[in-house]
């Protein structure tokens, strides 16, 4: 019998704001297709173990999960990888607490440095809870430290962390490497950046899929704009690239209607098999 294929689901796409922007009434806004409607970005990755076991690894924990969650039926958390501790990106960790009570074990979580220490004073609650006045229900989680270039085994997946620029600040993409005829493998997963240094460009190479960052049209410091994004997939050359992470100056229909063709739009519920 043949191994299932690996899914990556798209949990969000939406910047920071999420889309529709609160008070706002731009086309985008009050647009009425559902691919326009776009959460926090953060991702789902799916697929079978060599024991035959479905595993679940969540890249970013957005303020939306459990929303998310919901929408895709998830039941289990096997790991989540963490690209950097801003909002949006970590704001839902308090919900893993669920999965640890359905599989009555600790959740594995990789991130580095700057990550985890943002991590100890926002959830103090989670990562100190002998501290808790109460015996709270919290989060049960395995901290794992990781820097440029470590390699950490996803119950046979292998998850390579490599630094991206956003802005002044130094980040994690992910590159996953899994079976050789698998097409989704090897993925990199590279949200929130406007730069990618020299020492990164090798965890590139030989990319089957890309998940890449778009803010939108206009210049922004931190973030790849329409344009840069689609040349920085052109220099990777991908066989696809979804573009993610986007504000509500990017109407779905028409933009992606405009990219080149190994090149889509991401959009909140979409999967890559």
Same mark, same amino acid.
């Given at each position: 019998m043949s191994r299932a294929l690996a899914q990556l689901t798209l949990l969000g796409?939406?910047?920071?704001?999420?889309? %529709?922007? $609160?008070?706002?009434?731009? !086309?985008?806004?009050?647009?009425?297709?559902?691919?326009?409607?776009?959460?926090?970005?953060?991702?789902?990755l799916r697929f079978t173990c060599d024991q035959g076991?479905?595993?679940? $690894?969540?890249?970013?924990?957005? &303020? !939306? *999960?459990?929303?998310?969650?919901?929408?895709?039926?998830? !039941?289990?958390?096997?790991g989540i990888v963490l690209t950097h501790a801003h909002v949006d990106h970590i704001f839902g960790l308090d919900e893993v607490r669920r999965y640890n009570a359905l599989m009555r074990r600790a959740i594995?979580? @990789?991130?580095?440095?700057?990550?985890? !220490?943002?991590? *100890?004073?926002? @959830?103090? *609650? $989670?990562?100190?809870?002998?501290?808790?006045?109460n015996d709270s229900f919290v989060a049960e989680l395995q901290a794992h430290r990781v820097r440029h270039g470590d390699r950490v085994n996803l119950h046979g997946v292998q998850a390579t962390a490599f630094t991206l620029w956003h802005?002044?600040?130094?980040?994690?993409?992910?590159?996953?490497?899994? %079976?050789?005829?698998? &097409?989704?493998f090897p993925l990199a997963y590279c949200t929130d950046v406007n730069r990618i240094p020299s020492e990164s460009q090798p965890m590139l190479i030989g990319v089957r899929t890309l998940v890449l960052d778009m803010l939108r049209p206009r210049p922004h410091d931190t973030h790849f704009t329409c344009d840069e994004a689609i040349e920085t997939a052109r220099q990777i050359g991908a066989d696809r690239t979804v573009f993610v992470h986007m504000t509500h100056d990017i109407r779905h229909e028409p933009?992606?209607?405009?990219?080149? &063709?190994?090149?889509r739009l991401g959009f909140d519920g979409m999967t890559l098999p």
């Open positions: 796409t939406g910047t920071s704001s999420g889309i %529709p922007v $609160i008070g706002c009434r731009c !086309d985008t806004c009050t647009s009425s297709d559902a691919k326009d409607r776009r959460l926090r970005t953060g991702a789902l076991e479905r595993r679940a $690894i969540l890249l970013d924990v957005p &303020p !939306d *999960h459990r929303e998310q969650s919901l929408r895709v039926g998830l !039941d289990r958390c096997d594995p979580v @990789y991130g580095d440095d700057p990550t985890w !220490d943002q991590l *100890h004073r926002v @959830y103090r *609650h $989670i990562l100190s809870p002998q501290e808790n006045v802005g002044n600040l130094a980040i994690l993409g992910w590159r996953f490497d899994g %079976p050789t005829d698998d &097409p989704l933009v992606n209607a405009g990219l080149p &063709p190994s090149m």
